[in-house]
């Protein structure tokens, strides 16, 4: 892999450009199946993916995220909406939009992207395969010509009373019954023919198609396919087969899309709460997208989350001032640009560009593209998050990440993701404190059992979660002995552990025993990394120069 250039982003455009036609090619029913899933009009989704791409993407530190109306907000945005008055009053929503992101920017400000960091690999990794598996389920339907769930909504439930695997068993108990569309399922295979064989090793040697990307060719194949049998009422595609986004018939009909808010409603206390609202689950869904998609980047950088917030915030302002719908940073559209060969933030950008001027000028062209082309982009995507290999590799690094790697996976496709993430985060918390419990000290028989004494040495960290399993171990030291606690290399000990060890030493005269303390006493980690950030920040630490 060739090295990336931080300072040279155009040196980057060759597999930027490509990578910002793909992202957008997905981010179109997405937008719009995000908006038809919250209830909101369909435009305001185009809204929020230019301004997720345009703006957050020009403000962000991530290089490969990419930022959008967002699954996870569907429901909650739904329910405001209704709360608030319906689309009558849509409005007074965007005015709780615009709240949002005034209070995700005073979240940058205060440094709350740490938040993300406090989330296991495991729990992350899970997310990631759990949106892979719900990409592909969801697509299967629409491969077939069955579309009458809305593209990018994730959740379990659909808006039509049913599920996931309801809908797959209607789409099977049709396709079984002779009841398919044909020019659907011949689009979706010969697409994946095409994607597969795109991704072959002899196929990315030849310059022209490194250029040429794969979704883009299946795309235009699409657009061919649907024209060519228009006339034709038995393999002809229905509408609600296409992208379906709105058609201005003039220029002032575009801006006519475009919607302020109700900037009196900000008087309502409802509004504020639905506002905060949107800040705090945007927030957090963007943390851990940021983190997921920081891992699958091939460079390994790493994004300034608090940073990510104060762009977030923004991008949510502006989209709620002009009409469109809570942004958060996505993870469907974030791994497409990434395996489509995206190295840095012009790819974000350019994509809501297209977007924009794609949606002004070419809105019909848009409405041709089927569904089912986009089903098999989608494919390739969703197994790309969730291959094999990944769960062959979790089930090797043991239960203690395997088990909250899967529980992740298994919620979120039964659920939707931050119920899926809460609970795996639950399940990872477990067992660090069972692991936590078990070592609150090295010890080892033949090695700390010198001259007579027993040397226990002290973990790095020492919490009240270690208590029960401390006071235990030094309760069953025989009468007599000797002892040496040893905490050299401990960097924190909480009080209750203190009390504990100040306790045995009391006792410790009682039972005969011969205790030697080596550096015990409250040592706070927060104290060392104070000193190294003053460190940094005076210049008493040397850095490479760039």
């Known amino acids: 892999m060739e090295a990336h250039k931080n300072d040279s982003l155009l040196s980057n455009l060759k597999h930027d450009l490509p990578a910002s036609i793909v992202v957008f090619l997905v981010a179109v029913p997405l937008c719009l199946g995000i908006a038809l899933a919250s209830g909101a009009p369909l435009f305001s989704g185009i809204i929020a993916g ?26 909650i945005v739904l329910n405001a909406i209704t709360e608030l008055g319906g689309l009558d009053n849509f409005d007074v929503f ?22 993300g960091y406090y989330f296991p690999s495991s729990v992350i990794k899970g997310m990631l395969a759990g949106i892979g598996v719900i990409i592909f389920l969801k697509q299967i339907p629409h491969a077939f010509g069955f579309d009458k769930n809305p593209e990018g909504y994730l959740s379990f439930e659909e808006r039509d009373g049913g599920n996931t695997f309801t809908d797959l068993y209607d789409t099977m108990a049709s396709v079984l ?70 058609v201005p018939d003039s220029f002032n009909g ?79 559209r974030s791994s497409t640009n990434i ?29 041709l593209i089927p569904y089912a082309s986009l089903a098999a982009i989608l494919f390739l995507v969703g197994y790309k998050l969730a291959k094999p290999a990944l769960f062959k590799s979790m089930y090797k690094l043991g239960k203690t990440h395997f088990i909250p790697f899967i529980t992740t996976i298994i919620v979120i496709t039964f659920t939707d993701l ?56 030094l309760a069953a030291i025989p009468d007599g002995a000797s002892v040496v606690i040893d905490a050299t290399k401990t960097t924190y000990i909480d009080h209750d552990v203190q009390e504990i060890i100040d306790e045995f030493r009391t006792n410790a005269e009682y039972r005969n025993i011969d205790l030697e303390l080596i550096q015990v006493q409250g040592v706070k980690m927060k104290d060392q990394v104070q000193a190294v950030e003053k460190a940094l920040a005076e210049n008493l630490i040397p850095t490479k120069k760039k």
């Not at 230019?50 to 530190?61: D, N, R, T």
């Not at 005073?106 to 740490?114: N, Q, T, V």
């Not at 697409?191 to 979704?215: A, C, D, H, T, Y």
């Not at 395996?339 to 409405?367: D, E, F, M, W, Y």
Request: net charge positive.
């Open 94 to 115: 965007l005015m709780a939009v615009v709240i949002g992101g005034i209070v995700q920017l005073l979240l940058g400000f205060a440094r709350a992207g740490i938040i």
């Open 418 to 473: 931050l119920i899926g993430i809460g609970v795996g985060l639950a399940v990872a918390i477990f067992f660090v404190l069972y692991e936590s419990y078990k070592r609150p000290f090295l010890f080892e028989a033949d090695k700390h059992i010198k001259d007579g004494k027993i040397h226990l040495e002290l973990a790095e960290e020492l919490t009240f979660i270690n208590k029960a399993s401390i006071q235990r171990t």
């Open 339 to 367: 395996q489509s060969g995206g190295r840095t933030k012009v790819s974000a950008i350019v994509h809501g560009i297209i977007l924009l001027i794609s949606a002004a000028a070419v809105p019909k062209l848009l409405n």
């Open 254 to 332: 575009f801006i006519g899309q475009f919607t302020f808010p109700d900037f009196t409603a900000i008087t309502r206390p409802v509004v504020w709460i639905t506002g905060i609202t949107i800040a705090v689950v945007a927030s957090l869904e963007t943390l851990l997208c940021l983190e997921a998609t920081d891992k699958l980047d091939p460079f390994k950088r790493v994004t300034p989350a608090n940073q990510e917030l104060k762009a977030q915030g923004v991008g949510n302002i502006v989209s709620g001032l002009i009409g469109g719908l809570p942004i958060t940073q996505v993870i469907v």
């Open 50 to 75: 230019i301004i997720g791409g345009i703006v957050v993407g020009a403000l962000s530190g991530s290089q490969l995220g990419v930022s959008g109306p967002a699954a996870g907000l569907a429901v």
């Open 177 to 246: 019954q002779g009841n398919f569309t044909v020019t659907a399922i011949f689009i979706t295979v010969v697409s994946l023919l095409i994607l597969i064989l795109w991704e072959q090793k002899f196929m990315k040697n030849i310059r022209v198609f490194q250029i040429l990307q794969g979704p883009l060719v299946v795309v235009a194949l699409g657009i061919v396919i649907n024209i060519l049998t228009q006339g034709n009422a038995e393999y002809a595609l229905r509408p609600d087969q296409t992208v379906n986004i709105p």
